[in-house]
């Protein structure tokens, strides 16, 4: 008479072996990390500095970016689960590793430890790991002191994030996209900053209307009230010897003296703004990051 295994004796083994399989996947997760850290010093991003960390989807393979799952929350790895079309499920696994592991480095904390909420306009922020373990309610959640800012975007094969001591924003477009960019601007532009735009060349103007596009995102992304401040409150003038400068409506209540901006095209066929909340002139250090592998010094021209 042969053996007959026992059902649960065997669910149970089943069971063993595949915590055992999980546990040693985390214990390599945490001896990378470790490596890592050793290799690739922390940001060290001081009152003066902006870090900009850039990540090219097509560099990094598609088991790479799958890896970055155990990083993620739950909530995020479901929303990711529902793009359509993989290579949005790519980039948005990049993205979010790319920020988790700059926000980690910078506070020294794992990246899957952080935990994010989205504030009252839709704005992710920081919240106290604490408060998550304890399970209150978001708006229970007391904001993360960690002194620091940061913000996200992505267009066709970049995903860019910037890191800050004060409010920040960051845009990036790619220019190749078939759109009449020039329609939108004549809907949605402030006054002033229309008839500024379509005073250059008709060859120039739809370069042009990027740079005047990814600075009114990124102006809205660092106050953290998206689309509702109203494109139309607020312009800017690129034709101005001093350089760039703003122009708001009084509803704003804000002061353009407060604000400073950079616009620059890092690579053909893209397009990249910051606002920062800061009068003195910054520092931006700016990165190529592959999360968990690699970061290295970005060779852009910010003038």
């Known amino acids: 008479m042969g053996f007959t295994p026992n059902s649960h004796f065997v669910n149970r083994s089943i069971i063993s072996a595949l915590s055992i399989v999980n546990f040693s996947f985390f214990i390599i997760h945490v001896c990378r990390s470790f490596l890592l850290n050793l290799l690739m010093p922390l940001l060290s991003i001081d009152r003066n500095t902006v870090w900009v960390g850039v990540s090219r989807c097509s560099d990094i393979s598609e088991s790479q970016a799958e890896s970055y799952r155990v990083l993620l ?62 399970g209150l309610s978001w708006n229970s959640k007391p904001i993360l002191n960690s002194g620091l800012e940061f913000n996200l975007s992505h267009a066709a094969d970049w995903v860019v994030v910037a890191l800050a001591p004060h409010k920040v924003g960051i845009d990036v477009e790619y220019t190749s996209r078939k759109n009449d960019v020039l329609a939108i601007a004549d809907r949605y532009f402030f006054g002033a900053e229309i008839e500024e735009l379509f005073s250059f060349s008709k060859s120039e103007q739809r370069e042009r209307f990027f740079d005047y596009w990814t600075l009114k995102e990124a102006y809205m992304k660092a106050r953290g009230e998206g689309i509702s401040l109203g494109l139309s409150n607020f312009g800017f003038s690129l034709a101005n010897a001093a350089g760039i400068s703003i122009n708001m409506k009084p ?34 250090v700016c990165e190529e990051v592959i999360p968990l592998v690699s970061r290295k010094k970005a060779a852009w021209h910010l003038a």
């Open 251 to 284: 509803c704003l209540k804000d002061k353009s003296e407060d604000w400073q901006f950079v616009c620059i095209s890092p690579q053909a066929e893209y397009r990249l703004a910051i606002a920062l909340n800061q009068k003195r002139k910054a520092t931006i």
């Open 73 to 134: 929350s739950d909530e995020e790895n479901a929303r990711n689960k529902r793009f359509r079309f993989s290579h949005d499920r790519h980039r948005d696994l990049i993205a979010r590793a790319l920020l988790r592991c700059a926000l980690g480095d910078e506070l020294e904390i794992a990246p899957e430890r952080l935990v994010f909420e989205k504030g009252r306009h839709g704005k992710p922020q920081l919240v106290s790991i604490d408060a998550e373990e304890k």
